[in-house]
């Protein structure tokens, strides 16, 4: 299985591979708007996070689902919990929090967004045609505090869906949008019509030829 990547400088390793083999339709936005779900608890501070004054009365309710989703990011250092999807791991039901996002189909994603807070590291996994999970890349912390987006193009990679979660980092997370795109993987009935299209103008240009 190969390495998760960063989602940085890896934008011409992309274009380098979608010359030799281009999209047959694309790109596509494959997140916005899609199926979404999660698991773990979202919302809730720990007796730890409860010890720090982030809001009145510790208590700052997680931003909708489908926010992650809807194509809207924040502005730039956006406190982590005002208007974000948050978790604070520190809590036994909130430790392995995971969002999944369905893409109604077979796609060759090759560019991932994510806004998340700034000094968490945040991993997407794909899940392929077989409907198994793997890591393909993460998002490192960065930048000054609060929410800030990361991006980059990435190696197309064949998948159905991706999932989101945090490692690393003090361990209070968010997140805010997560945008795929990709191209569609032609269905092996497709490929067939068209190599019998390739096929019949072959056989045209040599009975032109004789």
């Given at each position: 299985m190969p390495a998760a990547k960063p989602l940085a400088s890896l934008a011409l390793a992309s274009t380098l591979l979608m010359s030799v083999h281009p999209a047959l339709a694309g790109p596509v936005d494959l997140t916005t708007g899609k199926a979404i779900t999660s698991t773990g608890v979202?919302?809730?501070l720990?007796?730890?996070g409860q010890a720090f004054p982030w809001c009145a009365e510790a208590v700052c309710p997680a931003a909708a689902l489908s926010t992650v989703n809807d194509g809207v990011y924040l502005p730039s250092g956006t406190f982590w919990q005002a208007g974000t999807l948050w978790w604070d791991a520190h809590d036994p039901l909130s430790a392995s929090n995971t969002i999944t996002i369905e893409f109604g189909?077979?796609?060759k994603v090759d560019f991932a967004s994510i806004q998340g807070d700034n000094n968490d590291e945040y991993w997407l996994a794909l899940r392929d045609a077989g409907g198994n999970w793997f890591d393909w890349a993460?998002?490192?912390g960065c930048c000054s505090a609060g929410m800030f987006e990361r991006s980059g193009g990435l190696l197309a990679t064949e998948a159905t869906a991706v999932r989101i979660s945090a490692r690393s980092g003090d361990g209070y997370y968010a997140v805010s949008e997560v945008r795929l795109t990709g191209f569609a993987v032609?269905?092996?009935a497709s490929l067939g019509l068209?190599?019998?299209?390739?096929g019949g103008m072959l056989r045209a240009r040599r009975s032109r030829g004789a």
């Amino acid at each position: 299985m190969p390495a998760a990547k960063p989602l940085a400088s890896l934008a011409l390793a992309s274009t380098l591979l979608m010359s030799v083999h281009p999209a047959l339709a694309g790109p596509v936005d494959l997140t916005t708007g899609k199926a979404i779900t999660s698991t773990g608890v979202f919302g809730q501070l720990s007796a730890q996070g409860q010890a720090f004054p982030w809001c009145a009365e510790a208590v700052c309710p997680a931003a909708a689902l489908s926010t992650v989703n809807d194509g809207v990011y924040l502005p730039s250092g956006t406190f982590w919990q005002a208007g974000t999807l948050w978790w604070d791991a520190h809590d036994p039901l909130s430790a392995s929090n995971t969002i999944t996002i369905e893409f109604g189909g077979l796609y060759k994603v090759d560019f991932a967004s994510i806004q998340g807070d700034n000094n968490d590291e945040y991993w997407l996994a794909l899940r392929d045609a077989g409907g198994n999970w793997f890591d393909w890349a993460y998002a490192p912390g960065c930048c000054s505090a609060g929410m800030f987006e990361r991006s980059g193009g990435l190696l197309a990679t064949e998948a159905t869906a991706v999932r989101i979660s945090a490692r690393s980092g003090d361990g209070y997370y968010a997140v805010s949008e997560v945008r795929l795109t990709g191209f569609a993987v032609p269905e092996p009935a497709s490929l067939g019509l068209v190599a019998l299209a390739l096929g019949g103008m072959l056989r045209a240009r040599r009975s032109r030829g004789a």
